[in-house]
């Protein structure tokens, strides 16, 4: 079945979107979401969205990793439905969606998205990193030279180190340039490498940076290799609210591929 597909980036996170309220392709399909992002054989993405009617929201979104399994929250992901929703007329400014973490609340002017993330309560705090959950799970950590860092090698010995089991975990490495202004680079599970930008990973960055003191800003700007994000919250205690994940989210272009049911 020849189905139509829309490529978006939210600051180089590359999705694959499909209306998925009329085709009903299945939610298990696990062969051919892989094969969609895969960069050579496929479209190429960093993850593929369906955009599906929802009871008690606007829209419900299913969210896959290049690897083809369901996966997490994602950040950016989240982003780019919304503006792929505007564009098909499911709404207009603001939104309310369903996740696999929950309700989300997001508003959109041009391509600038702003969503709502979860609140956040469980951060650890180890020696050299910090863990924390920001609807996907996150080891973040410092380090003072980010050029040099081999990404893939060093996030994927922590990703599949003994620390996190086989569940894995997403790693994001920090440098902090100012006070509100930190540089980030993530390893992505579901991916197995680094990508551009990851929105839970900033997420992550700009909490776990104010929790163990490196500022004490509520707003900050988190330079992805993508471009940059804005991430805002409220902090009560060592709670975490009013979570926002703020940038761009861009339609590159519209095809059609064949989906095998």
């Not at 996170?13 to 009329?22: C, E, M, S």
């Not at 929250?73 to 973490?101: H, P, Q, T, Y």
């Not at 929950?102 to 956040?120: F, P, R, S």
Request: with cysteine; net charge negative.
């Amino acid at each position: 079945m020849n189905i139509t597909f829309y490529k978006y980036q939210g600051t180089g996170n590359d999705f694959i979107l499909i209306d998925n309220r009329h085709y009903q392709l299945p939610q298990s399909d696990t062969e051919t979401v892989a094969h969609l992002c895969d960069r050579k054989f496929g479209v190429g993405a960093d993850g593929l969205i369906f955009l599906e009617n929802d009871e008690s929201s606007d829209f419900r979104m299913v969210y896959y990793n290049a690897d083809g399994n369901q996966s997490t929250m994602c950040g950016n992901g989240g982003r780019c439905i919304v503006a792929f929703a505007k564009f098909l007329g499911v709404i207009e400014s603001k939104c309310c969606f369903n996740a696999i973490d929950g309700l989300h609340y997001a508003t959109i002017n041009d391509d600038y998205v702003e969503l709502q993330m979860q609140d956040v309560s469980d951060i650890q705090r180890y020696a050299n990193h910090l863990f924390l959950d920001t609807g996907s799970p996150h080891h973040v950590q410092m380090e003072s030279d980010l050029d040099d860092l081999d990404i893939k090698n060093k996030g994927a010995n922590i990703r599949y180190g003994e620390l996190y089991g086989k569940a894995g975990i997403n790693v994001n490495f920090v440098n902090k340039l100012d006070d509100s202004h930190f540089r980030v680079r993530t390893y992505e599970r579901g991916v197995e490498d680094e990508t551009l930008s990851c929105g839970t990973g900033v997420t992550a960055v700009a909490i776990a940076m104010n929790y163990q003191g490196n500022t004490s800003a509520e707003s900050i700007t988190l330079e992805s290799e993508g471009g940059p994000l804005q991430v805002s919250f409220e902090r009560d205690g060592d709670i975490y609210k009013k979570v926002f994940l703020k940038g761009p989210a861009v339609q590159v272009f519209k095809g059609e591929v064949n989906w095998k049911l």
